[in-house]
DNA sequence: TGTACATCAGTGAACGCGCGTTCACTGATGTAC
DNA sequence: TGTACATCAGTGAACGCGCGTTCACTGATGTAC
């Protein structure tokens, strides 16, 4: 900030924060270069010595999401090793702990309608977070005996489904559709439930 | 249409099915009530004849969704009874193929940002739909030793998220995210290893 | 330390655009007699 | 069958709005001497 001591001091990041602000408010429509160029005390036109534009602007905002979330999902992967169970179960857990934490991320990564394979970062960033979770169901699969074994890639797909629905049906704040459960208390028997039927947990 | 031989004939209906070609075209935020008015062949202050507005229009073409919907899942219930299992496998396969079949209305629904409790009717379309997979679960349920069975609207919420997600992140044409298997493949054996973790299904 | 200059982040005005919505109207359809 | 009238679906012009983007500019910061 103070490092370079220009103008506004850094407004690039200061541009990304409150597009990120209005993301989480508006939804990723409601998002507008101008507003978020207001709220960073700025003049829109000041947005363009930055990001090309509006688009990528908000790739910029889900490409740090991606590094947040891989950060995350290495975390949690680390943190239960060796156990490649407790360590799969975990990556799922750090998936809608994610979105809970970061809505405004969440949503430009994977709600805004913008590709990941925009610019090379963005794509980058996305493949780290992907290749985690897909470790992660690796470690996992060489748990199952060979001639049974689904594909990793098949099983980390599983579980990212059921938590992508789990956020976008459960764990939005939309008044109308009241959540039966707590969504993480549905995610963790979804995949409790999914992880017995490939046989890595006790039936009872 | 020619029943009612009036200006248009019928432009209500007219204009809630541009919007749905609209909304599948340009997602739920690109669709303009103006551009509808246009493509049902109208200038856009007619559309307040028959709507309050352009939240109305959309809320009615997800009525008209939640309604098809039902039949469909109703269809695939009826289809495989009295097997609980089958019925519920199909219900959940009924999922992906509307949203395969009618992607304007599964936008509308879904995606839209609306409340399902917007109007009363809408509210009603929404709950109808929904009961039938819950009663679905409810049968299934009964399978399961009461001692170990989950509350049947758990599963039935377990199954929906998995749907949900496997239609919002592999059933999507999002160029960049080349989904790695089918998602109809994805779901059943998504759903299959679901209903094992129960003990629904034969461990082999 | 002081001056002249280059850099370039941010300004402010302007643009063309399409939006949702309103309003008084028009004119085709349906109805009463 | 024909005329007078009521209804009301759709018109067309207008509104105010905020949008993303462009442009020549300004003025603070950093640098060379």
């Not at 360590?87 to 913008?114: C, D, N, Q, V, W």
């Not at 039927?197 to 009872?204: A, C, E, Q, S």
């Amino acid at each position: 900030m103070s490092k370079r001591g220009y103008h506004h001091g850094n407004l690039r990041q200061a541009l990304v924060e409150a597009a990120l602000r209005l993301i989480e408010v508006k939804g990723p429509t409601g998002f507008t270069l101008s507003e978020a160029a207001k709220q960073a005390g700025v003049t829109p036109a000041a947005v363009y010595r930055h990001f090309e534009g509006r688009e990528d602007l908000i790739a910029e905002a889900a490409r740090q999401g991606f590094l947040m979330f891989a950060d995350l999902m290495q975390h949690a992967y680390d943190k239960y090793q060796p156990s490649a169970l407790a360590a799969f179960e975990a990556t799922g857990r750090a998936y809608l702990a994610f979105a809970r934490k970061h809505p405004g991320h969440y949503i430009a990564m994977f709600e805004s309608g913008i590709s990941s394979n925009r610019t090379p970062e963005l794509a980058n960033a996305a493949r780290r977070a992907h290749q985690i979770l897909e470790r992660a169901a690796d470690d996992l699969s060489q748990h199952i005996p060979a001639e049974r074994r689904p594909p990793a890639s098949m099983f980390s797909a599983h579980i990212l489904a059921m938590s992508h629905g789990v956020v976008e049906l459960y764990a939005r704040n939309t008044p109308g559709t009241n959540s039966p459960f707590p969504p993480e208390d549905l995610l963790e028997t979804g995949i409790g439930i999914y992880l017995r039927g490939l046989g890595l947990i006790d039936p009872d």
